[in-house]
């Protein structure tokens, strides 16, 4: 893994959030993004060298939505930058963590993206990015 690509925080309001962070930050988000097979919205801020990435549910199918209900609003996941994630999926399965899907599948922000169940990775869900260009 070469660093964490960003931290995901769930919210109920986008705009709301986007509000407050813009203040946190003292500048807007850089991206904005629907994507439509998790039925999510995001955005994106800098923050120094890394990257937040605040998720609205779109839809009660979201797991966003489900997350929101459960626990409510705050930090969602950790998202480490990897090279192949084709391979990094492989090595971490056969350590015995538990993918969530089959193979990575395009995400926000033009990444591919795998995520690991947080009751093999001490309760933190862990997403593997990789630019989806490479």
Wanted: glycine share 8%; net charge negative.
């Amino acid at each position: 893994m070469k660093k964490i690509e960003h931290i995901g925080i769930a919210v109920k309001d986008l705009e709301a959030s986007n509000e407050m962070y813009t203040k946190l930050f003292g500048e807007a988000p850089y991206k904005h993004e629907e994507v439509e097979s998790e039925f999510v919205k995001t955005s994106f801020f800098r923050a120094g060298p890394n990257k937040i990435e605040l998720l609205q549910a779109t839809d009660e199918r979201s797991a966003i939505h489900s997350y929101i209900d459960r626990k409510g609003e705050g930090v969602h996941h950790i998202a480490f930058a990897v090279e192949d994630i084709e391979a990094e999926t492989e090595r971490l399965k056969g350590e015995g963590f538990k993918a969530l899907f089959d193979h990575p599948k395009r995400g926000a922000d033009n990444k591919l993206v795998m995520f690991f169940h947080p009751k093999t990775t001490g309760g933190v869900l862990i997403e593997l990015c990789q630019d989806a260009d490479k």
